[in-house]
């Protein structure tokens, strides 16, 4: 039995294929996908290429799905269940793992997407350690698979706001408006946040998030039109933020976080950086002096994923306004053309 999938061999290289359908893993389940959303984490391993990629590889992390065969001994989900699958290399067995922290695993099971085959397939075998870590999660009954499929970028930007908290009444500033930017604004004001603020170089994509989310965004700063320190502290009087969030893969900007953060405050470096160009310089003082507490954030936990879902379903995040494209899957391409401009938020790809 055949299926339809895109394979990234390369750089530039994707390919609409008929492949077959994988085999329904010892201890776990195959799903069909209905929808699977393009992660900038998608688009690095088809246009840039990645060092953790195993090419050929089919992409696509971002999944909900319908299940269509359990292996025998599951008895947690059953066919029809509607799912949505999460990223998870936990071994299950690590002091990370068992401390409850399978994203930061020291003996990881290879990734989905990079490693493992994804979902911009018509069915996709949900790998063992995946299903049993808890990385499959029913979908409220209240979302659609489309609208479903956004939780795990939530879950990611969740993780991150567990590492660096934002308080009732803090002041936050979000370096990057595409998606996890924009979630991590709609995060920042469910927790209570009195401002938010958003930078990044292109003025029209600022724009079009205050005029889309005019109770979430409350300042943005076009940091190609401004001097985003003296903006920032004009907009903070003179204190900076007290949680400072990088969704952006720029080294200038991570540096630049710390000199935005006030006294005490909490920098998440949530965009990873090129491997060939991921050192940045901190000033050792501004850190000492001001008593900053640097974060990071690797993918997302169980819990995270679960409450990502429940957000959407009580519409605290509106997926609608977040999924602004879709494509079915022969058009995928379009997709990533459509990302690439970056006139979008999120893009969702359907399914046959």
């Known amino acids: 039995m055949k299926m339809k999938a895109a394979v990234v061999y390369g750089q530039n290289n994707m390919r609409l294929e008929?492949?077959?359908?994988?085999?329904?893993?010892?201890?776990?389940?195959?799903?069909?996908?209905?929808y699977c959303a393009i992660c900038g984490t998608d688009k690095r391993i088809y246009k840039i290429g990645d060092f953790r990629a195993a090419y050929p590889v089919i992409t696509g992390h971002e999944i909900a799905a319908e299940v269509e065969s359990v292996?025998?001994?599951?008895?947690?989900v059953k066919e029809g269940d509607r799912v949505c699958v999460a990223p998870g290399h936990g071994c299950g067995h690590c002091r990370a793992c068992i401390s409850g922290y399978p994203n930061v695993c020291t003996n990881p099971h290879p990734s989905?997407?990079?490693?493992?085959n994804g979902g911009f397939a018509e069915y996709m075998a949900v790998?063992?350690?995946?299903?049993?870590?808890?990385?499959?999660n029913p979908i409220p009954k209240e979302l659609s698979f489309k609208q479903a499929s956004m939780s795990e970028i939530i879950a990611c930007c969740i993780n991150a706001q567990h590492n660096a908290p934002v308080n009732k009444g803090d002041t936050v500033i979000i370096i990057g408006a595409g998606p996890a930017g924009l979630i991590h604004a709609h995060l920042a004001k469910l927790k209570g946040a009195s401002k938010v603020i958003v930078t990044q170089r292109s003025a029209f994509r600022l724009e079009k998030a205050r005029e889309m989310f005019p109770d979430i965004v409350d300042h943005i700063i076009p940091s190609s039109e401004v001097d985003l320190q003296s903006t920032a502290m004009e907009l903070t009087n003179g204190l900076g933020a007290n949680a400072v969030f990088v969704c952006a893969p720029s080294k200038d900007a991570q540096e630049a976080a710390l000199n935005l953060a006030a006294a005490r405050g909490r920098v998440n470096f949530f965009g990873g950086l090129p491997k060939d160009n991921r050192f940045?310089?901190?000033?050792?003082?501004?850190?000492?002096?001001?008593?900053l507490f640097i974060s990071g954030a690797?993918?997302?936990?169980p819990a995270g994923n679960i409450e990502a879902l429940n957000l959407l379903a009580a519409k605290k995040i509106d997926p609608?306004?977040?999924?602004?494209?879709?494509?079915?899957?022969?058009?995928?391409d379009k997709g990533f053309d459509v990302m690439e401009s970056r006139n979008c938020i999120k893009v969702a790809i359907e399914m046959p």
């Open 71 to 76: 292996s025998k001994g599951v008895t947690s």
């Open 127 to 136: 790998p063992e350690h995946i299903f049993r870590l808890g990385f499959v």
């Open 18 to 34: 008929e492949v077959p359908i994988p085999e329904v893993p010892e201890g776990s389940i195959r799903i069909k996908v209905k």
């Open 298 to 301: 690797s993918s997302s936990l």
């Open 112 to 116: 989905l997407g990079y490693k493992l």
């Open 280 to 291: 940045v310089s901190v000033d050792s003082n501004n850190l000492h002096y001001k008593e």
């Open 320 to 332: 609608d306004k977040l999924i602004t494209h879709t494509f079915g899957l022969d058009d995928i």
